[in-house]
């Protein structure tokens, strides 16, 4: 948590692992047993965070299905939202700014989509449901990450789960 703290405070920039042995109270030479610098320990700290967002993220896709379209959708999103705006601080630190990038959570996230849009995809006609899910979780990601950096403060606006529910189902029924 001394990672986190520093890194969502500071920046990745004027995090060091001194000053993340300082705070955890124990000696610099203890913590490079297990991390070699920097870099590794944040990336350590991002993976775990990334794992359990995931799982949020996958859990409700879950518990989603089967559900009208929307209401699956909106619940997810309310989901989503709500796990954003648990740490804006330390969410954004790790899914902003460098070296953060993960094709991996990404395409787990396009993943948990594909599955949920095929439960639909009939009702939605969609041509393309892999380039539908490629560009959706681009926009969400793009809507909720510039508000943790912009404004973290809306994530907890009672709209503002209608209003990314909105433009998911939207964009998605094209009927």
């Known amino acids: 948590m001394a990672a986190a703290h520093i890194l969502k405070r500071e920046g990745f920039a004027h995090t060091t692992t001194n000053r993340i042995a300082e705070k955890a109270g124990v ?9 070699p610098n920097k870099e590794a320990l944040i990336a350590a700290l991002r993976e775990r965070h990334n794992d359990w967002y995931d799982e949020c993220v996958r859990a409700e ?6 559900l009208p379209f929307r209401e699956g ?15 804006p601080a330390l969410h954004g630190a790790l899914t902003t700014g460098e070296p953060i990038f993960n094709r991996e959570v990404q ?5 948990v989509l594909q599955e949920f849009l095929v439960d639909h995809v009939q009702q939605l006609g969609l041509r393309d ?11 969400v990601e793009a809507v909720i990450h510039g508000t943790l950096r912009d404004a973290p403060e809306r994530l907890r606006h009672p709209d503002f789960a209608d209003e990314v529910t909105e433009l998911f189902v939207r964009y998605v029924d094209r009927s």
């Open 129 to 139: 449901p892999e380039l539908t899910c490629f560009i959706l979780v681009r926009a």
């Open 107 to 111: 395409r787990a996230g396009i993943t």
């Open 73 to 87: 959708v909106r619940r997810a999103m309310e989901r989503i939202v709500a796990i954003n705006a648990i740490d």
């Open 61 to 66: 896709m879950e518990r989603s299905r089967g």
């Open 27 to 35: 000696s610099v030479g203890s913590l490079y047993q297990y991390f």
